[in-house]
């Protein structure tokens, strides 16, 4: 009974460190899937913003640059200005905003006139976003920097 006990705590001991980064690598996946959804959205709307030149996007929701000011507009969507009608009428890029799955908390921004790198936002547009984690992946670089 004793060897059993031991081989089982064996056992358990060594898959600890398995099982944890399993559960590390779930995390890396939602935070690359919810990187990627947030990065097309806001190419999306930087896209229907250049089509239209501007216009079809109130200017309460987006930037001289065509980038949104806020990131939950994406989301909530809009009316498009040159467009008179009801609820369905929205635009939404997403539908709803992913958490931040490193730290539960708001996303970094980095505006377009940001360095690629940089993790003070000007406030100016929301060009990318970025975990604020500054824990290092699996590969061996840092969340913030994907």
Do not use: C, H
Request: a neutral charge; proline letters at 5%.
């Amino acid at each position: 009974m004793v060897i059993t006990l031991t081989i089982l705590a064996v056992l358990a001991g060594a898959s600890y460190p398995l099982l944890r980064n399993s559960v590390r690598r779930e995390r890396e996946i939602e935070l690359r899937q919810s990187l990627r959804e947030i990065r097309q959205a806001i190419d999306a709307f930087k896209r229907f913003s250049d089509i239209s030149g501007g216009t079809a996007i109130p200017i309460q929701y987006r930037t001289k640059t065509g980038y949104p000011k806020e990131l939950k507009i994406l989301a909530d969507g809009f009316i498009p200005a040159n467009v008179v009608g009801t609820e369905a009428a929205k635009v939404r890029f997403l539908r709803r905003l992913p958490e931040d799955p490193m730290t539960g908390e708001e996303w970094g921004y980095r505006s377009s006139q940001d360095e690629p790198t940089s993790t003070s936002w000007s406030g100016d547009d929301i060009f990318d976003v970025y975990t604020k984690s500054d824990e290092t992946a699996l590969n061996g670089t840092k969340y913030r920097e994907w």
